[in-house]
């Protein structure tokens, strides 16, 4: 018994001694560190893990965007409200019509506008009659009949009453009337003051109407829409040089609307830190309509620059830096210093030359700078 087991202590120590000879033979590191220097055994499964690609400088077009909203150009649309209050005569248009500038929309019964048509037509008739009596008082003045000092009040009354006049015509050509084509008692007749088309139309014949309700009318020449963009603190100075953009809208993801830069703000936001741009857009079809939801997006001119992987970019604390090839499996972290994204690809600005090569992907396996 004694012998089996000192044969079987034996054997088993033999095993044990072979197993620690093969971990010896194996254990030689993957990666060592001289100096700066990054060393990778030619045996290591990491070199079938990374990715390397030469340095070279690349034609780009910077891209960013922002989020807009569509508006209707405000020379260009109109809520138009009952000017008194009173009851609603008749309605001409319905949502969806075409009007010309100055086509009727509605009119209106009010007694406010009766007593504007009233004194209008008073004034004007005194001012008649204080016209008449100053060419009749200079008739008699230059019969010597009247004093000039007579004259002379007749003339000032003529000025009065016709100042008055003219007031009062220009108080009524405010709600659309005028002298020439108004009659006493008619209901006021709104027009519209723009060309486009009816979105709204609130109001019912026979209705009562306060001065204080909500537009009744809205007019709105859609054919070209502004989209008003908020555009990042950061992307301020990219706007540089660009004039015409491209909008995108969430109802129709597969259709592009171009526009241009109507207007760019002069005040950042200081809350958003974010700076109002205005984008001028034909809308022809009218698949843009007013509060919808859209991206601007903006490309720059075309420039050269060396653009690397994204993947090959590594941060460490505030600085980034990449893994450079030395070649022999030899390899360096090296400081950059990055611009902006384009797609996968980050703008280098220094820290890299044309002909180097660099880990494209999989730098994460080598240790941190």
């Not at 100042?163 to 007749?189: H, W």
């Not at 709104?190 to 609130?202: C, D, E, L, R």
């Not at 809350?271 to 009218?286: F, H, K, M």
Request: hydrophobic fraction near 40%; aromatic fraction near 6%.
């Amino acid at each position: 018994m004694i012998i089996r087991s000192t044969a079987v202590i034996s054997m088993m120590a033999a095993i044990i001694s072979s197993c620690s000879t093969k971990g010896n033979e194996n254990s030689t590191p993957e990666i060592t560190v001289s100096g700066d220097t990054i060393v990778v055994s030619p045996t290591s499964s990491i070199l079938g893990r990374i990715e390397t690609a030469g340095v070279k400088v690349s034609d780009y077009r910077a891209q960013f965007s922002a989020p807009g909203q569509i508006k209707a150009i405000p020379a260009q649309y109109a809520e138009v409200g009952v000017p008194f209050p009173g009851r609603i005569v008749k309605s001409f248009v319905r949502p969806g019509q075409k009007v010309s500038a100055g086509q009727p929309l509605f009119q209106i019964s009010s007694g406010d506008y009766l007593e504007i048509c009233r004194a209008a037509f008073e004034a004007a008739t005194e001012s008649d009659q204080a016209e008449r009596a100053l060419s009749r008082a200079k008739r008699l003045h230059e019969a010597h009949m009247i004093s000039e000092r007579e004259l002379e009040e007749a003339q000032a009354d003529r000025d009065v009453k016709k100042r008055a006049a003219e007031n009062a015509a220009a108080t009524l050509s405010v709600f659309g009337g005028d002298m020439a084509s108004i009659t006493p008692g008619q209901p006021l007749t709104v027009k519209s003051p723009i060309a486009g088309t009816v979105t709204a139309n609130n109001l019912v014949n026979g209705q009562y109407v306060r001065d204080d309700a909500e537009p009744s009318v809205i007019v709105a020449d859609l054919g070209k829409v502004w989209v008003v963009a908020s555009v990042k603190e950061s992307d301020f100075g990219k706007l540089q040089g660009i004039e015409t953009v491209d909008v995108g809208i969430e109802s129709r993801p597969d259709t592009v609307i171009h526009g241009s830069i109507y207007h760019v703000g002069e005040i950042l936001d200081p809350e958003s830190r974010t700076v109002q741009l205005i984008v001028e857009c034909d809308n022809a079809t009218g698949v843009l309509k007013p509060n919808m939801f859209g991206t601007v997006n903006f490309t720059d001119e075309e420039a050269e620059a060396i653009l690397i992987n994204t993947a090959a970019v590594r941060r460490v604390d505030d600085r980034t830096y990449v893994v450079r090839s030395l070649g022999d499996n030899r390899f360096v972290n090296s400081y950059v210093e990055i611009g902006e994204s384009v797609g996968d690809s980050t703008i280098v600005k220094s820290g890299l030359v044309p002909g180097e090569t660099i880990v494209s992907k999989g730098a994460f396996f080598f240790p941190e700078k």
